[in-house]
């Protein structure tokens, strides 16, 4: 089945600054989508992205699908941003498969 | 526009008894999945359905577990005989249709086992 690797594990930061996480998958995808999960284990929606790049306020994604990997970009950042980031690929069946996700943690 | 329901949020059980989590998925949605997530993990997929139907399971254990998402009604992730491994997050997730739509994800429910 398709892999999914993501980089670096785990990151600790200083309120303020940049980061940015990656994710490489072994396969083509037809879905891609990157979570964030808070202390409270809420699983956030950030970005539904198979291709191309979107921004959402601090937070910005880019996927290029044809060389299979995704980044996700997280500017400015804030204690409120510490948690668990997650990439999830979707490949020939409607499955969702994460990677290990990222350790995030942010100090004041 | 209500988002993926579940509950309860957080579940104790002891050991030989059974436990019953339940998902409703976003309006307008017709595909459930169910995902699991133990201690210090990732999530990993269980099951995939549609109404009256299971259209995946290759992610669900063989004995004890099982899932229904019925003509009316929420899902269901049922777990016979609970044993302490099970002790874990249940995320269910809706979808819009098949081929690539964005899976939208409930609160989780924390399954205990003492």
């Known amino acids: 089945g398709i892999q999914v690797e993501q980089s670096p594990p785990d990151l600790i930061l200083q309120e303020g600054a940049n980061s940015t996480l990656r994710c490489n998958f072994s396969?083509?995808?037809?879905?891609l989508q990157w979570f964030h999960q808070n202390p409270w284990g809420q699983l956030i929606n950030l970005f539904y992205?198979?291709?191309g790049t979107k921004q959402n306020g601090r937070l910005s994604a880019t996927t290029v699908a044809t060389e299979r990997y995704s980044l996700l970009y997280i500017s400015s950042s804030q204690t409120t941003d510490s948690g668990v980031y997650f990439c999830?690929?979707?490949?020939?069946?409607?499955?969702?498969?994460f990677g290990k996700g990222m350790k995030l943690t942010v100090n004041p | 526009n209500a988002g993926v329901m579940q509950n309860p949020r957080h579940l104790v059980r002891r050991r030989g008894q059974e436990a019953r989590l339940r998902c409703s998925p976003m309006?307008?949605?017709?595909?459930v999945y169910w995902y699991r997530q133990l201690p210090e993990e990732g999530l990993k997929f269980m099951v995939y359905l549609q109404k009256e139907n299971i259209i995946d399971e290759s992610g669900m254990p063989k004995e004890r577990f099982s899932a229904e998402f019925p003509k009316e009604g929420p899902s269901i992730l049922r777990i016979q005989q609970v044993v302490r491994g099970d002790s874990a997050a249940y995320f269910c997730?809706?979808?819009?249709?098949?081929?690539?739509?964005?899976?939208?994800f409930g609160d989780g429910t924390r399954l205990s086992i003492l």
């Open positions: 396969d083509s995808v037809n879905n």
């Open positions: 997730a809706s979808s819009r249709g098949t081929g690539g739509q964005p899976q939208h």
């Open positions: 992205i198979p291709s």
């Open positions: 309006k307008g949605h017709s595909h």
């Open positions: 999830a690929v979707q490949g020939g069946s409607e499955k969702l498969v």
